[in-house]
Nanobody, 126 residues
Framework: QLQLVESGGGLVQPGGSLRLSCVMS????????LAWFRQAPGKEREVISC????????NYADSVKGRSTISRDNAKNTVYLEMNNLQPEDTAVYYC???????????????????WGQGTQVTVSS
């Protein structure tokens, strides 16, 4: 059974940084494209970044572009999201998601992801 478990969330001051981690268990990460999403209270889920199964293709939403980095370590079955210059509007529950694929492509549509973690809360506040 495939499971995704996020960690690394917490309370951070505006301008601060966090690195979120998501560990996959049950299957090898190398066969999966991955993405990070977030959902703030009262708002729809938003995709923020994706990374292809080979790691060579990444993409970011405009809301986080330039201050976020997605990466993966297949040997550790882990995907990361590093975020800098966090602002109150970044407050949300952050989810990682996985999709099995034969293509080395980065996909930003949540509809393509079948496997989801339970999320980790990120709160940006002074």
């Amino acid at each position: 059974q495939l499971q995704l478990v996020e960690s690394g969330g917490g309370l951070v001051q505006p301008g601060g940084s966090l690195r979120l981690s998501c560990v996959m268990s049950g299957f090898a990460l190398e066969s999966y494209g991955l993405a990070w999403f977030r959902q703030a209270p009262g708002k729809e889920r938003e995709v923020i970044s994706c990374i292809s199964k080979g790691g060579g293709s990444v993409n970011y939403a405009d809301s986080v572009k330039g201050r976020s980095t997605i990466s993966r370590d297949n040997a550790k079955n882990t995907v990361y999201l590093e975020m800098n210059n966090l602002q109150p509007e970044d407050t949300a529950v952050y989810y990682c998601a996985a999709r099995w694929t034969i293509h080395d492509m980065c996909q930003m549509s949540g509809l393509l992801y079948l496997f989801w973690g339970q999320g980790t809360q990120v709160t940006v506040s002074s």
